[in-house]
T-cell receptor
Framework: DAGVIQSPRHEVTEMGQEVTLRCKPI?????LFWYRQTMMRGLELLIY????????DSGMPEDRFSAKMPNASFSTLKIQPSEPRDSAVYFC?????????????FGDGTRLSIL | TQLLEQSPQFLSIQEGENLTVYCNSS?????LQWYRQEPGEGPVLLVT?????EVKKLKRLTFQFGDARKDSSLHITAAQPGDTGLYLC???????????FGTGTKLQVIP
């Protein structure tokens, strides 16, 4: 079975530009998580959805960040306008039920560089 | 916010040595997971522990959940280069509440 699929794998863009990251969760999983990973701050949860509904977005840094999940098989994380401090690896993960003890299945991440 | 502190942050050892990684918190968790992350990839689940005092073994890896369910340890026996990676613990408070990831331990095993 296919795992969590993220695109693009790498993105390099200039500050001020809009960036859209994409995620396809594992089929049948009803919870989806967006994380950001940096050396300084480790792995931080940005937002998570359950049955396509945002449950907790308290980790979203500021209004420049937005996330959507229009259906069970697709989610986007958008940054507009982007800034150099947004440079990080962004991961998407999905779980079957959303219960905290469920295994999280991660994609391979999008490495974002804002110049 | 529940914090999970891992120690050590970095560990570089020779192949064949033993090591222990710690994951500590002042909060109680209903379950705790350990993940390993290799460069260029996402974290992959190794184990979930749910009962205070529980010990689980995965080949040369031994995981223990503290009696009070506030801490955990990962012990690797006779480390091999393939064990190299970032080890992350993750605690779940219970129910549908979000998981908190630890600060991470970067392990390098030198052949």
């Amino acid at each position: 079975d296919a795992g969590v699929i993220q695109s693009p794998r790498h993105e390099v863009t200039e500050m001020g530009q809009e960036v859209t990251l994409r995620c396809k969760p594992i089929s049948g999983h009803n919870s989806l998580f967006w994380y950001r990973q940096t050396m300084m701050r480790g792995l931080e949860l940005l937002i998570y959805f359950n049955n396509n509904v945002p449950i907790d977005d308290s980790g979203m840094p500021e209004d420049r960040f937005s996330a959507k999940m229009p259906n069970a098989s697709f989610s986007t994380l958008k940054i507009q306008p982007s800034e150099p401090r947004d440079s990080a690896v962004y991961f998407c993960a999905s779980t079957q039920t959303g219960f905290g003890n469920q295994p999280q299945h991660f994609g391979d991440g999008t490495r974002l560089s804002i110049l | 916010t529940q914090l999970l502190e891992q120690s050590p942050q970095f560990l570089s050892i020779q192949e064949g040595e033993n090591l222990t990684v710690y994951c500590n918190s002042s909060s109680v968790f209903s379950s705790l997971q350990w993940y390993r992350q290799e460069p260029g990839e996402g974290p992959v689940l190794l184990v979930t522990v749910v009962t205070g005092g529980e010990v689980k073994k995965l080949k040369r890896l031994t995981f223990q959940f503290g009696d009070a369910r506030k801490d955990s340890s990962l012990h690797i026996t006779a480390a091999q280069p393939g064990d190299t990676g970032l080890y992350l613990c993750a605690g779940a408070p219970g129910g549908y509440q979000k998981v908190t990831f630890g600060t991470g331990t970067k392990l390098q095993v030198i052949p």
